[in-house]
Structure formats: structure tokens, C-alpha cells
Nanobody
């Protein structure tokens, strides 16, 4: 049984940084594809970042150069380092592995 638990969200100001964590059980993150999605109110869910087998990362154009996805294989956790945050980054961020999703963590960027 796969479980994904996100944490690290919060309220920050534009230009600030946050690091989201996704703690995984039931899978080995280095052997699979892990993704971060986000969904803002009234908008479609958006794929933000993906890491394949722990080393090959891709990003949406909206976050490229500002966000970094990485994994800690000893802790079986995936992270999303978010820098230079903008108000448009405000959303609920979810971790995903195949059909399995975490419950999400809220990120709010506001002055």
C-alpha cells in the first residue's frame, strides 16, 4: 500500500523560499517516477516537476529556474525546493506516484 504525505507548505511573501517534502512508503522513490502537482482555486491541476528514478528531472515552464525537485533515498522522501516565489505560485501542492496521491499542502504567496 502506497502512502504519500506532504509537508512544508505555508504563508510566505513574494520572493521568499519554501521546501516541500513528500514522505513515501510502500515504494522506493529511486526506482520510480515521482511528481509534484499543484492546483489553484478555479484552475486545472498542473504538473510542476517530475523526477525519474531519482536522477532525471523535468519542470514546467512556469517554475523552471526557480524550483528544484530532488530525492533523499535514505529517507525515501522527495523534495520541492521553491525559490523566488510569486503570488501565482499559490496553490495546493500534491505529490504523486502513478495512481497514488498525497493529501496536499497549501502554499500561499502574498504580501
Amino acid at each position: 500500500q502506497v502512502q504519500l504525505v506532504e509537508s512544508g507548505g505555508g504563508l510566505v511573501q513574494p520572493g521568499d523560499s519554501l521546501r516541500l517534502s513528500c514522505s513515501a512508503s510502500g515504494i522506493t522513490i529511486g526506482s520510480t517516477t515521482m511528481e509534484w502537482y499543484r492546483q489553484a482555486p478555479g484552475k486545472q491541476r498542473e504538473l510542476v516537476a517530475r523526477i525519474l528514478r531519482g536522477y532525471f528531472a523535468t519542470y514546467s515552464d512556469s517554475v523552471k529556474g526557480r524550483f528544484t525537485i530532488s530525492g533523499d533515498y535514505a529517507k525515501n522522501a522527495v523534495y520541492l525546493q521553491m525559490n523566488s516565489l510569486k503570488p501565482e505560485d499559490t496553490a495546493v501542492y500534491h505529490c504523486r506516484n502513478g495512481p497514488d496521491w498525497g493529501q496536499g499542502t497549501q502554499v500561499t504567496v502574498s504580501s
